[in-house]
Nanobody, 118 residues
């Protein structure tokens, strides 16, 4: 079983930055794919960024809406995945969730609120 704890959310003005952290209860070297999702108010949860361990290095994908502004990374020594969010927009307001795909099962954190004011 994997426990995920997100942190780093908060209130920020448009154009600002935040860094979200997702700490895992196991060594994340064992987790092939970790992702960040978000759920805006009144909307469905959507994929934001994915990082997958590959033979030649990490494979990273982003939603079109965040390309060039967000960056996902992982620190295996700290068992933590990060989401650096720059140039934030009011439409980035959402609850952000960390996800780990481990042994054919999806694990989720409790979420962290990000609010971007205009």
């Amino acid at each position: 079983q994997v426990q995920l704890v997100e942190s780093g959310g908060g209130l920020v003005q448009a154009g600002g930055s935040l860094r979200l952290s997702c700490a895992a209860s196991i060594n994340i070297i064992r987790i092939n794919t970790m992702s960040w999702y978000r759920q805006p108010p009144g909307k469905q949860r959507e994929l934001v960024a994915v990082i997958t361990s590959g033979v030649s290095g990490d494979i990273i994908r982003y939603a079109d809406s965040v390309k060039g502004r967000f960056a996902i990374s992982r620190d295996n020594a700290k068992n933590t995945v990060y989401l650096q969010m720059n140039s934030l927009k009011p439409e980035d307001t959402a609850v952000y969730y960390c996800n780990a795909q481990y042994i054919n099962y999806d694990y989720w954190g409790q979420g962290t609120q990000v609010t971007v004011s205009s």
